[in-house]
């Protein structure tokens, strides 16, 4: 009914950048909060940027001054940029959202993408 998707992940040195982007489709009415998890081999799973339906963001430690969230509501689509990439940020990068759907009923839940790889390596 509510599908993510996510792309963009790949092969990068340090220093690098990478943009990924996650698309939802599917019986949608609103997308309220939108993130970026990642988790790493031997790791539990981390938030790594938020946003909510009206932009305001929030960063994990780790990322900030170095990643940025954004969203482009027309196409419920939420990207994250990446830049001055390290090799602790090699991870599979989730996407979610909490979505409110009318079909069949009126349900408001997350939502998790698939994943996709980020590997920093030189």
């Known amino acids: 009914q509510v599908q993510l998707v996510e792309s963009g992940g790949g092969l990068v040195q340090p220093g690098g950048s990478l943009r990924l982007s996650c698309a939802a489709s599917g019986s949608i009415d609103t997308i309220n909060a939108m993130a970026w998890y990642r988790q790493a081999p031997g790791r539990e799973r981390e938030l790594v940027a938020s946003i909510t339906s009206v932009g305001n963001t929030n960063y994990a430690d780790s990322v900030k001054g170095r990643f940025a969230i954004s969203r482009f509501n027309a196409k419920n689509t939420v990207d994250l940029q990446m830049n001055s990439l390290e090799a602790e940020d090699t991870a599979v990068y989730y996407c979610?959202?909490?979505?409110?759907?009318?079909?069949?009923?009126?349900?408001?839940?997350?939502?998790w993408g698939q994943g996709t790889q980020v590997t920093v390596s030189s």
């Open positions: 979610s959202a909490n979505i409110f759907t009318r079909t069949p009923l009126w349900t408001v839940r997350n939502y």
